[in-house]
T-cell receptor, first 114, second 112 residues
């Protein structure tokens, strides 16, 4: 499968623990986006990268959230000191820089905080 | 800021019924508009998109959408739905950073 892949697909953790999600975009795509989706809502934009540069991070939900894309390929999203309100599906998407705006999504990483 | 409104939270139809899902966006300038679909247990997939030109856009699986600039609308239509169309449908507008801004989604249930 040459689509966007995310790992793990499901994560259950206790409140206060740190979690990290990984996203592998489509190989030739240099833009990578992170979204959060909660029940009954559409995906909510968090941050994005163009190659290794993080060009928008003001939408990250708090300073407990951080993302990296160190070599311009895969990306990680880390949540520190998780809270029950962080329970959600975390989606990754990628696109070509100059394309016509279509984003290709992964299947998401579902986080449950107990 | 740009935003998208989807009017219906949950739509229930019988097979062969016609479908129209409403979507309104807030931005008055040049817009790029999208409909994505999420089948149960699957990732979001693009149904169709509008950038310019013919306001009637045809997508995959018999779906189409009409861009009406005067109404800030981009409604999704299908003349005859099938059970396999059961899914959640999201309207989105492209943001200034290339990201997509999504509506809350409409869950479609098609009864066989």
């Amino acid at each position: 499968d040459t689509g966007v892949s995310q790992d793990p697909r499901h994560k259950i953790t206790k409140r206060g623990q740190n979690v990290t999600f990984r996203c592998d975009p489509i190989s030739e795509h240099n833009r990578l986006y992170w979204y959060r989706q909660t029940l009954g809502q559409g995906p909510e934009f968090l941050t994005y990268f163009q190659n290794e540069a993080q060009l928008e991070k003001s939408r990250l939900l708090s300073d407990r959230f951080s993302a990296e894309r160190p070599k311009g390929s895969f990306s990680t999203l880390e949540i520190q000191r998780t809270e029950q309100g962080d329970s959600a599906m975390y989606l990754c998407a990628s696109s070509l820089e100059a394309n016509t705006g279509e984003l290709f999504f992964g299947e998401g990483s579902r986080l449950t905080v107990l | 800021a740009q935003s998208v409104s989807q009017h219906n939270h949950h739509v229930i139809l019988s097979e062969a019924a016609s479908l129209e899902l409403g979507c309104n966006y807030s931005y008055g300038g040049t817009v790029n508009l999208f409909w994505y679909v999420q089948y149960p247990g699957q990732h979001l997939q693009l149904l169709l998109k509008y950038f310019s030109g013919d306001p009637l856009v045809k997508g995959i699986k018999g779906f189409e959408a009409e861009f009406i600039k005067s109404k800030f609308s981009f409604n999704l239509r299908k003349p005859s739905v099938q059970w396999s169309d059961t899914a959640e449908y999201f309207c989105a507008v492209r943001g200034s950073q290339g990201n997509l801004i999504f509506g809350k989604g409409t869950k479609l249930s098609v009864k066989p």
